[in-house]
């Protein structure tokens, strides 16, 4: 991989910005709309795909093709530090939560994470998609058929909601998780999704009808506040919902929602 060795330095507590150092010619990618502040001599440029070198045009469309899969724009956004000495990019995280620092090469190269987490990266790092190997985890897995793949030898952040928790599990170990509150997860974790047991658990116990189930061996990284549940909470408080909550909370009506919409 040749992947641009930025240096960073994460701001703040609920809500987080990542700054990062660029030398003279280094180059980091981000996602759109999420620019903060950037110093004199850095220039801005909108790429097509997702930034890692492609084989021609017909390699840059199948990069942004992949990148429409997953959800997000057909183009990213290159920060080039093109003057002398160390200049300085900022990025934003979009909700309360944490920013992530990830270094790939120490994840065998490869991350696997929900469509939404990706805020930046040093250029290089390629930003794919990971097709779910079971059907039943594509339509019910809270995160949809297809997440996010990172892939490098670099450095790239990501963004969670609330608090953030990092969990190594051995061979054959397995944890149960909200579909909504797997972040991400190594190369080498086997996942699922399994349905509740019991249908009074299933109708009534709030908690969805199905869940995540993650095998080792491998990392997981687990968020406390998913965007939908923060969602669901501010739609339920608004002036003029009759039900008093929103489509996305409870058990039944939350799981029939998940399984159209795909959150």
Not at 31 to 58: K, N, P, Y
Not at 77 to 104: M, Q, W
Not at 147 to 163: N, R, S, T
Request: net charge negative; proline share 3%; charged share 20%.
């Amino acid at each position: 991989m040749n992947n641009h060795d930025i240096d960073y330095k994460i701001e703040g507590q609920e809500m987080q910005f990542v700054e990062i150092e660029l030398d003279s010619s280094e180059t980091v990618i981000a996602e759109a709309g999420s620019f903060m502040m950037m110093e004199d001599g850095i220039t801005m440029e909108t790429i097509f795909g997702d930034g890692a070198e492609q084989g021609g045009v017909m390699g840059k469309l199948f990069s942004a093709g992949k990148r429409m899969l997953t959800g997000e724009s057909l183009f990213m956004t290159a920060f080039t530090n093109e003057g002398g000495g160390k200049r300085h990019v900022s990025f934003a995280s979009p909700y309360p939560g944490k920013i992530i620092p990830l270094d790939l090469s120490l994840y065998s190269g490869r991350m696997i994470c929900q469509k939404d987490a990706f805020l930046c990266a040093a250029k290089g790092v390629s930003v794919g998609i990971a097709f779910q190997k079971r059907l039943g985890a594509g339509f019910f897995g809270g995160e949809g058929f297809i997440m996010q793949k990172l892939e490098g030898d670099g450095m790239a952040f990501v963004h969670a909601g609330g608090m953030v928790k990092e969990l190594t599990l051995a061979p054959g170990e397995t944890l149960k998780v909200d579909t909504g509150c797997l972040v991400a997860m190594t190369r080498d974790v086997d996942y699922d999704i399994t349905f509740v047991r019991g249908i009074k658990t299933a109708l009534f116990g709030g908690e969805g009808l199905f869940f995540a189930s993650l095998r080792g061996p491998g990392k997981v990284l687990v968020q406390s506040l998913p965007f939908s549940r923060l969602a669901s909470r501010v739609f339920s408080a608004m002036p003029g919902n009759p039900a008093g909550r929103s489509k996305d909370e409870g058990s039944l009506g939350g799981g029939i929602w998940n399984l159209f919409n795909g959150d």
